[in-house]
């Protein structure tokens, strides 16, 4: 059943890239346990508006889970508290009245804050334009059923592509790793029969932009896979891995 | 200037062939000495600006978003169509043109839904070659199922994510471009007008969503892919940001807007629960083949469902539409679903749902099953709801989804500005009055992977270009004027809020103007929306500043536009005295209360054209002729 709650909230303000960040406190009073988490912060931002105030600036755009636009690092965990679950799909309904929440923004290396809950993950971008792709003109395909595809790999390559590109992982991560998102892209294509001839390069060029991008190394913490709204498992990272080693040893790529 | 669809001559099956071969083609190394801009990344601008660019077009290409992964295409759930008859039960292409004829109520163009239809094939033969996960059988060949008003099994998907995934593979397919340096990415830029130099659409002005600076790019040709107008009632289950100011802009600099009254509402959402609500969610309708849509029979029973007896529920489409049952087009489902909440036999805490249920599939097929086809789905009801749909059944109704209506094209895809071509549901072309379910995302693939590479070519290689820069005289004026327009905006410093004053406008919408409408109520929806729009421009509150990431100012430049459109339709269907599609006037109802069309005098397209401000505008009819499909009554019983 519905019912209200009130909050203490702690949000992360900062105005630019380069000035000073701080958290402040807002009371959110008579919240609908029905509202979703950026329903909360709409109706703080509606107060702060006839107050005069800023309104705290925060990514979202389709508000159910699978745009990957919103997130924020909701009492020290990437997307909030729920399982499996973006921030505009977390509800009110699991939080308690007197909580004091703490919202603050992504936070690695290789995104900057743009302002208040707004980060820039245009990295994430570049990582995909290093070969998270298949070279395959428009025009040129045969029948589509002249590729047998198990059905096994189909679903194994799907469970990887569901991949939003939020960053949570990132995010989550204690090195501000981007391995569950390329391993994530990586995988997805390697499963493929169609992704096969451009596996080797594939892995080399993405792995090699990702490092210099600025993201970290994974150092086994599985902190991106608890916090994946996906629930994307590590073991596409494992499988990066391989095709990483794979393609070192085995092929001519750089 | 009487409209010329400029459809090729010939029998049906052969236009499309015959006009590729007409079109005039650009020898691929002067390719590179045209510029084409596209503005939007879902599945019809990532598609173009891949293909333009593999072609060997210098192509710049605009985002709202933060990265062209995020265009709105990602939330399709449920499929995309194809002829190719894989499940051999007797589909074709005629016959996908044919249903699709016949699902938009007869208010399409036959000659731009039947190369649709032939373009199907070649779609998914290019998603499954990018790596597209689509469902597969056990022998590794690809699996289909039937969905929304379709009687054979044509649509392949991705789980329910199918339009996240074909998205994802046309973002794959441009990211190469960038890369490459063919495509030149700007994400976080809106676009506020277009620039027209003799005639000829050369360029935009966007901001800087980051900075807040104006920029001016220009081009030889613009490709507009910037989506439907759904958001105009607020609460859709479009994204938040889907808004109608490119397109609208686009009309107040000369193109026509067709049929905007052509709204669909969508069966199988989640109810709305709260003022505070800011956005509804589909649940995709190929519940439809499993769930099984009813409601109580008797209006005062109000025991939980599990516990009334199958006697006493009432099966109202399976009762209705038997040949159909649960599958009826999305029209007619979400116009049976009201009729029922309205004769108070609703449920919920609001009384304004109808169940689905899948007690029934979960008996026959397991549990396990269904898990496998919508798994995702019921999570996502789930989490909004804190309900279990395997051991209740879900709680939908209708909402607004889809927008038919949308800038005019020729069948070219060009607007009635040369050299503006606008693609996806941004156009009005293909869909009617009324769209299929899986037939979105067929038709911005095909407009961008299939059509407008070959279509843009034909205009640029017949064209005149005048030598026109960024420092054109065209473009200091249109800066000046989105300058002066988001100055104005923030100046008023009124005491309500932008999200506040496009709830009004929502609720004027969805009482006057939805999915049953009548004279009175439309006469009614005009004068308040006048009334609303005074009361924005003096009374609006727009915190911040212009030259900085300004996210209220954004939103209240989207609703200053959704004021002056959302009259425009309500004129639209004013001016359109029968019921089509999703298009239904009360006066014009057949006696089993289905849509009832006009054929004799409404049987065009109405593609409306600018006047000047607060003028009213003026309406261009294209007569739609039909050859090929016999007009008639759709029945779906």
Redesign the interface.
């Known amino acids: 059943m519905t019912k209200t709650i009130n909050l203490t909230l702690k949000i992360w303000r900062q105005s630019g890239p380069d000035s000073k960040g701080r958290l402040e406190t807002y009371r959110a009073t008579d919240i609908s346990t029905d509202m979703s988490f950026l329903e909360m912060l709409d109706v703080i931002n509606e107060k702060l508006t006839l107050e005069g105030t800023d309104p705290i600036a925060f990514d979202h755009d389709c508000r159910e889970g699978i745009c990957g636009m919103c997130g924020a690092v909701v009492n020290g965990r990437a997307h909030g508290p729920e399982k499996g679950t973006t921030l505009c799909q977390l509800h009110m309904r699991h939080f308690s009245d007197g909580d004091t929440v703490v919202i603050e923004p992504w936070r690695a290396k290789a995104f900057a804050i743009i302002k208040d809950l707004v980060v820039d993950r245009s990295a994430l971008d570049i990582i995909i334009q290093a070969g998270g792709f298949i070279s395959a003109n428009t025009g040129g395909a045969q029948d589509a059923n002249a590729i047998l595809v198990p059905q096994a790999a189909a679903e194994k390559a799907m469970d990887a592509a569901a991949c939003i590109g939020c960053g949570a992982c990132v995010a989550a991560c204690p090195n501000a790793a981007a391995m569950l998102f390329t391993g994530a892209k990586i995988s997805h294509l390697a499963l493929l029969p169609q992704g096969r001839p451009e596996a080797a390069k594939r892995a080399i060029k993405m792995l090699k932009t990702m490092d210099k991008l600025g993201f970290g190394n994974c150092t086994n913490e599985r902190e991106c896979e608890a916090e994946c709204p996906k629930e994307i498992s590590i073991v596409n990272i494992a499988r990066m891995n391989r095709e990483f080693f794979k393609a070192s040893f085995f092929s001519d790529e750089k | 200037m009487p409209l010329d669809a400029k459809i090729p001559g010939g029998p049906i099956a052969g236009k499309w062939d015959r006009h590729l071969f007409e079109l005039k083609l650009i020898n691929p190394a002067n390719k590179r000495k045209y510029d084409i801009i596209v503005v939007g990344t879902g599945l019809a601008g990532g ?1 173009a600006s ?2 333009l660019a ?1 072609l060997g077009y210098k192509v710049k290409t605009f985002c709202i ?6 265009a ?1 295409s ?2 399709a759930q449920g499929g995309i169509n194809a002829a ?1 008859n ?1 499940p051999n039960d007797g589909d074709s292409i005629w016959r996908l043109f044919y249903d699709t004829i016949k699902g938009g109520d007869f208010r399409s163009r036959e000659a731009n839904v039947y190369r649709l239809a032939q373009i199907s094939n ?1 779609i ?8 597209i ?10 699996a289909n199922r039937s969905f929304g008003g379709a009687q054979v099994s044509r649509t392949f998907y ?2 329910g ?1 199918t339009g ?2 074909l998205l ?1 593979g046309a ?3 441009l ?2 471009q ?2 490459d340096g063919n495509v030149q ?1 700007f ?1 976080r830029r809106e676009m506020l007008d277009l620039v027209v130099v003799n005639g000829q659409a050369r360029g935009i002005v966007v901001r800087n969503l ?1 900075n807040g600076q104006l920029e001016r790019h220009a081009a030889h040709a613009v490709v507009l892919c910037t989506g439907g107008y759904g958001n105009v009632f607020f609460l859709s ?1 479009n ?3 889907s808004n109608v100011t490119a397109a609208f802009r686009t009309y107040k600099k000369g193109a026509y807007f067709a049929n905007p009254c052509f709204t669909q509402i969508h069966p199988t959402c989640v109810p709305v ?2 003022a ?4 509804l ?2 649940m995709s309708e190929s519940l439809r083949n499993d769930g099984r849509v009813w409601v109580p029979k008797d209006p005062d029973d109000k025991r939980p469902s599990r516990q009334i007896p199958e006697s006493e529920r009432d099966y109202f489409l399976e009762e209705k539409y038997p040949s159909f049952g649960n599958l009826v087009p999305r029209d007619v489902a979400s116009r049976n679903a009201k009729e029922q909440c309205d004769m108070g036999k609703g449920v919920g ?1 609001t009384g304004l749902a109808v169940y689905l249920d899948f007690a029934d599939a979960i008996k026959r097929d397991t549990r396990a099953v269904i898990a496998k086809k919508y798994g995702n789905l019921f ?2 009801y789930e ?2 709801t ?1 309900e279990d749909p395997y051991e209740r059944p879900m709680r939908i109704y209708p909402a607004v989804h889809y927008t038919m209506g949308g800038l005019w094209v020729d069948y070219n895809l060009m607007s009635t500005i040369d050299g503006l071509f606008v693609m996806g549901e941004a156009n009005f072309s293909d869909h009617g009055a009324n769209r299929l379910g899986a037939s979105a995302l067929m038709q911005g693939l095909a407009d961008g ?2 059509i407008i ?1 070959y279509t843009v070519g034909g205009y640029l290689a017949g064209a005149q270009f005048a030598d026109v820069t960024p420092d054109h005289a065209a473009f200091k004026e249109t800066e000046n004027d989105a300058q002066s327009r988001l100055d104005k905006l923030l100046a008023i410093n009124g ?1 309500r ?1 932008v ?2 004053i496009h709830k009004e406008l929502s609720l004027i919408l969805w009482d006057y103007c939805n999915m049953s409408r009548t004279n009175e109520d439309l006469e009614k929806a005009r004068n308040l929306i006048q009334q609303l729009r005074a009361e924005f421009w003096e009374n609006v ?1 727009v ?2 500043s212009g030259k ?2 300004n ?2 100012l954004e939103k209240a430049g989207r609703v200053a536009d959704f004021l002056e459109f959302a009259e425009l339709m309500v004129l639209d269907a004013l001016a359109r005295q029968e019921s089509c599609g999703g298009h239904f006037n009360e006066a014009y109802q057949t006696e089993a209360h289905e849509a009832k069309r006009d054929d004799e005098n409404f049987c065009y397209v109405a593609a409306w054209e600018f006047a000047g401000k607060e003028k009213e505008p003026h309406v261009h009819k294209e007569p739609l002729v039909f050859e090929n499909v016999e007009l008639s009554q759709r029945s779906y019983k």
Not at chain 2, 65 to 70: E, G, I, L
Not at chain 2, 124 to 131: N, W
């Open positions: 598609s891949a293909t593999q978003q933060d990265s062209p992964r995020r709105h990602i939330a190719k894989y070649p998914i033969d290019h998603c499954v070659a990018q790596g996960p689509f469902a597969r059988d056990y022998g590794g060949l690809l991705a789980r994510q996240q995934q994802l973002y794959s397919a990211s190469r960038i890369a990415m994400p980051i289950t994204a938040m940001a629960h709260g505070y609500q800011s956005k969610t589909l805490e999570q996502m989490k909004i804190g992977y299939f590479p005491k809020t999200d506040d509150t915190p911040g900085d990431f996210q209220s």
